[in-house]
């Protein structure tokens, strides 16, 4: 049963790269039916995983309550993010750059692995009834190697600069923070004003064990991918990072995997993986940066 849901997933995927037709359909309907299966065995590991890894800091593991009401959240936002949004409203929302009345600081949106912009339908409405400037990508191929990702965040950055002459703030959910920071290798520590990640396996996962996509390979503990990238961060780099991470992270585990020494850390208690674009602390941290001329220094804090 856990083969036929990853396989619904890879099917969905698929649909979405066709566009809205029938396979799309048919690849919801799928997913529907699998995804409770899937969040269950996530959520088993992780819970695992995660309690083991409390115990070495002398932490007691969460309550299962507190498991199962983040299992609930991650079932209801999942389906609506992957059986109908991504499907069929990536384009609901355009990027935000032609109109005249759009001011201020730029904003680029990063997705992760198996998502497309559309994860950030939300966003994109009160970023545009702030006249903020923005740009969602979609990085493509799906399946492909991370580092192929770096030429659509180049153009997307420097649309964003010629359009408001100033360094964009970064926002990437999971795989997208691993984007953001390759891309960032291969340019000034300058060009970003912020980045900030939403439960990115900066460490690695151990769900990515089970990877088949080479970028899901490259999200693998150990993997010298990661090695690579840790080692490209550097002082400048980790001085204008933020990483939220979670507990409940179904995804990104052992939970501390998500943090990135040096940089500003959020702990968010018990959001799961996808439901944190929906927690309110990174809305505000990112609002908060869109107001900030500077950078401040690298320190820890725990998100309400």
């Known amino acids: 049963m856990l083969l036929w849901t990853l396989l619904a997933l890879m099917l969905t995927v698929h649909a979405w790269t066709r566009g809205p037709d029938g396979l799309s359909v048919a690849a919801s309907l799928a997913l529907v039916l699998a995804l409770p299966i899937l969040l269950a065995a996530q959520f088993l590991w992780m819970f695992r995983v995660n309690a083991a890894h409390r115990r070495t800091l002398a932490q007691s593991p969460l309550p299962w309550r507190v498991a199962l009401r983040a299992y609930a959240q991650e079932l209801a936002t999942a389906l609506c993010v992957f059986a109908w949004r991504q499907p069929f409203r990536s384009t609901a929302q355009p990027d935000n750059l032609d109109h005249p009345d759009v001011d201020g600081r730029g904003l680029l949106l990063i997705h992760g692995f198996a998502c497309n912009r559309a994860l950030w339908l939300d966003w994109m409405r009160r970023l545009r009834a702030q006249r903020r400037p923005f740009i969602a990508v979609t990085l493509e191929p799906p399946w492909g190697p991370i580092e192929r990702y770096v030429g659509q965040i180049e153009e997307a950055v420097r649309r964003l600069e010629q359009r408001t002459g100033m360094a964009p703030v970064l926002v990437a959910h999971s795989m997208g923070g691993l984007a953001a920071r390759a891309w960032w290798a291969t340019t000034g520590p300058e060009r970003v004003h912020r980045l900030i990640t939403l439960g ?86 990112v609002q908060r940066w869109l107001a900030t001329p500077s950078v401040a220094g690298a320190g820890s804090g725990a998100a309400p």
């Open 200 to 285: 990115t396996p900066h460490h690695g996962t151990a769900l990515a064990r089970l990877a088949l996509a080479p970028n899901a390979r490259q999200m693998r503990r150990g993997n010298p991918w990661l090695s690579a990238l840790a080692a490209a961060d550097g002082p400048d780099r980790l001085a204008r990072s933020t990483c939220f991470w979670s507990w409940c992270d179904n995804i990104v585990f052992p939970a501390e995997t998500a943090r990135l020494e040096g940089a500003i850390d959020f702990v968010l208690a018990d959001a799961p993986h996808v439901h944190m674009v929906w927690h309110p602390a990174p809305w505000a941290e």
